[in-house]
């Protein structure tokens, strides 16, 4: 794309390595990427932009998916991801019928915007919805993985049905899903290195049957892949380098910075 200046590919580049960073241990900072994408395709190309920014970033967030599962293929529960999985593509197929919607002028491509800015401040919220379950379990009487595992919760598949379809609407939409499958899995109970394992093998899963109705869509193309074939560099510089970062920097004070971006973000898109 040649109307991309170097401020913009400097901050496409910033927002792969984010979405590296969040895939490889900082939850959330993935939201701020959409944000970023969104922006910046619409300050290249004008409103068309916006809708076009979901179909470059998927590519780098199979790619950050590749990496998340390489380090923590051992850790899948495959139950769970067969339980999401059909209703999360029954939600990309609906997503993608209403995709289509947007993509019919100037209006519906605002509208759009404002969607994926309600959906990352939507996704804001489930965030510190799952910190505060974290917080009160901590509280609670402690109790074995092994029990944590076995332990199924009633009417865990009525749930999957509503958060994998809410979920395949949203990361069709955005690619903003994460918090809604986390939130499904932290009510499962799953130990922590189940719980990663288990969402970075649904997420690349859905990401790449996206792959089609986005190509259908028009927002995958081969100018497109030119740019996020760069874009995975960074990415993958952001899964390797995150558990650094980690250890070297506060990381409460660092998420909450992020979230902070991803709140002015989302209200720069509504409003």
């Keep these: 794309m040649e109307v991309l200046t170097q401020t913009h590919w400097f901050l496409l580049a910033l927002g792969a390595l984010i979405m590296g960073m969040s895939k490889g241990g900082i939850p959330g900072a993935g939201n701020l990427t959409v944000a970023i994408f969104a922006l910046v395709m619409e300050d290249a190309l004008g409103p068309i932009g916006v809708p076009l920014s979901v179909g470059l970033l998927l590519p780098v967030l199979i790619s950050a998916d590749i990496a998340a599962t390489v380090v923590y293929r051992r850790h899948a529960d495959w139950k769970y991801i067969i339980r999401l999985l059909p209703c999360f593509l029954i939600g990309t197929v609906l997503g993608w019928w209403v995709f289509d919607y947007f993509q019919g002028g100037d209006d519906r491509v ?70 809604i499958a986390q939130l499904y899995l932290l009510v499962m109970g799953l130990p922590k290195y189940a719980f990663i394992g288990t969402s970075a093998w649904l997420f690349l899963i859905v990401n790449v049957c996206k792959i089609p109705f986005m190509v259908d869509l028009g927002i995958i193309n081969w100018e497109s892949i030119a740019v996020s074939g760069w874009l995975f560099i960074p990415a993958m510089i952001g899964a390797v380098i995150a558990p650094i970062i980690v250890k070297r920097i506060h990381q409460k004070f660092f998420e909450s910075m992020i979230w902070f971006f991803i709140v002015i973000a989302g209200l720069r898109m509504i409003f």
Excluded at 113 to 137: D, P, V, W, Y
Excluded at 143 to 171: C, H, M, N, R, W
């Design 110 to 179: 605002n509208q759009l915007k404002i969607l994926i800015g309600m959906i990352l401040l939507s996704m804001t919220a489930l965030h510190f919805i799952l910190n505060f379950r974290k917080k009160k379990k901590k509280k609670e009487p402690t109790s074995t993985e092994d029990d944590l595992v076995q332990e199924i919760p009633k009417g865990s598949i009525g749930l999957g049905i509503i958060f994998g379809s809410i979920g395949g609407v949203a990361t069709m939409l955005a690619n903003a899903a994460g918090p």
